[in-house]
């Protein structure tokens, strides 16, 4: 499994972005050296509150001058054609794909806020199928010297891609599905989805996860795929030495969720492309149990508490996890990541590196015991026979 560590740089009041920023720059070089796999940020514009980070195409090159084995995935970069030309989009992901000597994927959605739809003039009953153009584009631009492309949203002569991406035969690509029929569109495109955000529970994922593979192998595709199972913990993960403390120190991501989902129950009345979105409306955010430990928005405890969740995913086919570490101070998201690396981490990506107590092993010692005297006998007869058969 994968760990993709996801910051949306949300500055508190009183404190300036460019300090954030700062602090944000730190916690991904952390992370990078306890071992999470990737970093990724979503792509918000004139948000209030939960996000500040509306360059990320402008914030990555940054971060990949300063890391070495860390990858980079836009979560996710808007494909409205008001906000983003899927061409652009290109020549930017193969941009830095060459700057980050092939470290790059894009991630891509059709945007889930009226601030920032209404601010950039975009038609909700528009936007899905400028999305799925815009990814057909994007993909053509980058498998085909020379290109051209012909839909209701885009018309593009025949062209040549420059600069071309490193990574063979394109970054991967990936979409954000919150809903079934999202997750059957990008895995009948042969693409990643990045599941989940609605905190309606373990269930519906588990079920986004068995549908995208049944999706996915029951289509034909004409591009090379990038398939991969991810699921977004939404609301943030934190871990800290004891799980009451965790939850403690927490709490406050329960308001960043009502903030992040305020605009959910509205746009699902926009557009029957967003009608699932008014689910929301049934959740109690202030139900701390069901909200920390039900819900699938959040992984909140001590490091034993998170590896019980991770397995959880592990057990669906879960192929990396998106987590949120956001919304609280500084020095408690750098502690986080700093367990979650040195003591989540591990079990999943190098298990039989994790040392154990004396007392587990020496229990396994005790229990093996009986077999390993057995295969002595067992071959002691065996000698003995050989031996008096060579005598005679």
Request: some cysteine; glycine content about 6%.
């Amino acid at each position: 499994m994968d760990f993709i560590l996801m910051t949306e740089g949300d500055t508190p009041v009183g404190l300036t972005h460019e300090h954030r920023y700062r602090e944000l720059v730190e916690e991904v070089l952390l992370a990078e050296r306890v071992g999470f796999d990737a970093f990724g940020s979503s792509e918000q514009h004139v948000a209030l509150g939960t996000a500040s980070v509306s360059a990320p195409e402008v914030l990555y090159p940054y971060l990949m001058a300063l890391t070495s084995r860390m990858r980079f995935i836009h979560l996710v970069t808007l494909l409205p054609t008001r906000m983003n030309h899927a061409l652009r989009v290109a020549e930017r992901v193969a941009t830095e794909d060459i700057l980050s000597n092939g470290r790059v994927e894009l991630g891509t959605g059709r945007g889930n806020t009226t601030l920032a739809l209404r601010a950039f003039e975009v038609d909700p009953s528009e936007n899905k199928a400028q999305w799925r153009e815009g990814i057909e584009l994007i993909r053509s631009a980058f498998l085909n010297d020379v290109f051209s492309y012909v839909g209701e949203h885009y018309k593009v002569p025949p062209r040549s891609l420059v600069p071309k991406p490193l990574q063979g035969p394109y970054p991967p690509i990936s979409a954000a599905a919150g809903s079934p029929s999202s997750v059957e569109t990008a895995a009948s495109m042969g693409i990643g989805a990045i599941m989940g955000g609605l905190y309606l529970g373990f269930d519906l994922v588990e079920n986004m996860v068995k549908l995208y593979d049944d999706t996915l192998a029951a289509t034909n595709h004409p591009y090379p795929i990038t398939p991969r199972k991810m699921v977004a913990v939404a609301g943030g993960m934190h871990c800290a030495e004891t799980t009451a403390q965790a939850r403690l120190e927490a709490k406050p991501l329960f308001e960043m969720a009502k903030l992040s989902t305020d605009a959910y129950e509205r746009l699902s009345k926009l557009s029957k492309d967003y009608a699932y979105m008014g689910a929301v409306k049934d959740i109690d955010f202030n139900d701390e149990e069901y909200m920390f430990e039900r819900s699938q928005g959040f992984m909140v405890g001590d490091p034993e508490h998170c590896i019980e969740h991770v397995q959880r995913y592990a057990d669906m086919g879960v192929e990396a996890l998106v987590l949120r570490v956001d919304s609280l101070p500084h020095d408690q998201l750098m502690r986080s990541i700093e367990l979650f690396g040195k003591y989540v981490i591990p079990r999943f990506k190098h298990p039989r590196n994790v040392v154990r107590s004396a007392d587990d092993v020496l229990a396994e010692i005790r229990a093996a015991r009986p077999a390993h005297e057995e295969a002595l006998r067992q071959f002691n007869d065996t000698h003995n026979l050989a031996q008096k058969e060579t005598v005679r």
